[in-house]
């Protein structure tokens, strides 16, 4: 079993930047997949970033090159730094747990979830 916590949501400005973190429990942190997805109101999550248990990357187009993902292995940690923020990232950011190891863009190849943390972006 793995809990997954995020923290670090909240407001900022268009062209602001947020870094999220997610704190996993379990020894194991290690040999997941870890990923960020989104959900804003009246609409599906949807894939944001992730990275295998080997340190390969994935993004979604939209953020490809303002958004950074990374993970701290010694510290069970993933984050999510976030730059040039505009108000169309505006959601609830969820941080997920692959026990597979490998990176997906499908939710449902996640088996952990935290509870989300909101980020919001004024124009």
């Known amino acids: 079993q793995v809990q997954l916590v995020e923290s670090g949501g909240g407001l900022v400005q268009a062209g602001g930047s947020l870094r999220l973190s997610c704190t996993a429990s379990g020894r194991t942190f290690s040999s997941y997949a870890m990923g960020w997805f989104r959900q804003a109101p009246g609409k599906e999550r949807e894939f944001v970033a992730a990275i295998n248990h080997s340190g390969s990357i994935g993004y979604e187009d939209s953020v490809k090159g303002r958004f950074t993902i990374s993970r701290d292995n010694a510290k069970n940690t993933l984050y999510l730094q976030m730059n040039s923020l505009k108000p169309e990232d505006a959601a609830v950011y969820y941080c997920?747990?692959?026990?597979?190891?490998?990176?997906?863009?499908?939710?449902?190849?996640?088996?952990?979830w935290g509870q989300g943390t909101q980020v919001t972006v004024s124009s």
């Open positions: 997920a747990a692959g026990s597979s190891g490998i990176y997906y863009v499908e939710p449902r190849r996640y088996d952990y």
